[in-house]
């Protein structure tokens, strides 16, 4: 048999003590069990010191730095965080001022505008591609590009011209002003 990439061989395989190898785990770097009661903050401290347990801490170190300095901070993120319903805790990181401001990809605005206006997202792409049908849902194209249009011919913000007519506090898509005003969701516009 003729092969294009040639075949491993075993007779040129060395193996090595694992004494002698370095490795990056080792029980010292386990997670600590959160315990009954135990705050948030000591959860995070038990998490293991590798990988993206290790991320995250540094995460959020940097953010209280940040926040310490009155730097601004600016998330970039794609549209899950949207659709899985985190919009939320990313209003709260925001007026607790641990979030400036955001920076969403295109389908970001798509889901945002969809749970404001119709209080429902994310379609099946599978089964919509089938048919020809994914992302053809009349109002959010219609809608989304005349706020887009209109927000830009004016230069205001697109929340602001068509999201407070759909968010409200109690849906989670908007959050009070100290005034008392209600102010839509934040989006990738803001």
């Known amino acids: 048999m003729t092969y294009s990439i040639k075949p491993l061989t075993p007779g040129k395989i060395r193996t090595y003590p ?15 069990p959160p315990r009954r009661g ?5 959860l995070i401290a038990g998490l293991p010191g590798l990988l993206s347990a290790r991320d995250f801490k540094e995460l959020l170190d940097l953010l209280r ?13 794609g549209a899950h965080v949207i659709k899985a319903g985190l919009s939320p805790v990313l209003i709260d990181l ?16 798509i889901h945002d505008f ?5 209080g429902r997202t994310s379609e099946d792409v599978a089964a919509q591609i089938r ?9 959010t194209g219609e809608m989304l ?14 929340d602001i011209l068509y999201m407070q007519h759909f968010a409200t506090v109690q849906n989670g898509m908007a959050y009070e002003l100290p005034d008392g005003r209600v102010q839509p969701q934040f989006n990738g516009f803001n």
């Open 131 to 139: 048919t020809g049908r994914f992302g053809m849902a009349e109002e």
């Open 18 to 32: 694992l004494s002698s190898r370095p490795s990056k785990v080792s029980p010292a770097d386990f997670a600590r």
């Open 114 to 118: 969809e749970l404001a206006f119709a």
């Open 65 to 77: 730095r940040a926040r310490s300095r009155k730097k601004p901070v600016i998330w970039a993120m």
């Open 38 to 42: 135990e705050s948030v903050s000591a």
């Open 94 to 109: 925001m007026k607790d001022g641990w979030v400036s401001g955001l920076a969403l990809n295109g389908a970001g605005i």
């Open 145 to 158: 590009n005349r706020a887009i249009t209109e927000g830009g011919l004016r230069a205001i913000y697109w």
